[in-house]
């Protein structure tokens, strides 16, 4: 059972799903053998993890576009930015 709020929103969205599969389970060995919906991510499969449900390449987070730009001002709340740094 996942407890991250943004867990349960990716789950809704299919292609991530089938993403989030692929991750755990095995990426296909040819890039056309990849399902549609997630292809563009088979360049940088070796990059993604996932950690508390959540989908990562790098330290950054797999969002869908679908989730819009409330959930991304969300996430990005609480960054203080560079400038703060020099404080």
């Not at 990849?34 to 990562?56: A, C, H, K």
């Not at 390449?57 to 960054?79: F, M, N, R, T």
């Amino acid at each position: 059972v996942c407890l991250n709020p943004f867990c349960r929103s990716l789950s809704c969205v299919e292609a991530l799903w089938i993403l989030k599969n692929i991750i755990l389970y095995r990426w296909p060995e040819l890039c056309n053998q990849v399902p549609s919906q997630i292809r563009s991510y088979f360049s940088i499969r070796d990059e993604l993890t996932i950690q508390g449900g959540v989908i990562f390449c790098g330290q950054c987070i797999i969002i869908s576009v679908s989730l819009g730009h409330d959930k991304k001002q969300k996430l990005q709340a609480s960054h203080l930015g560079a400038e703060s740094c020099l404080q």
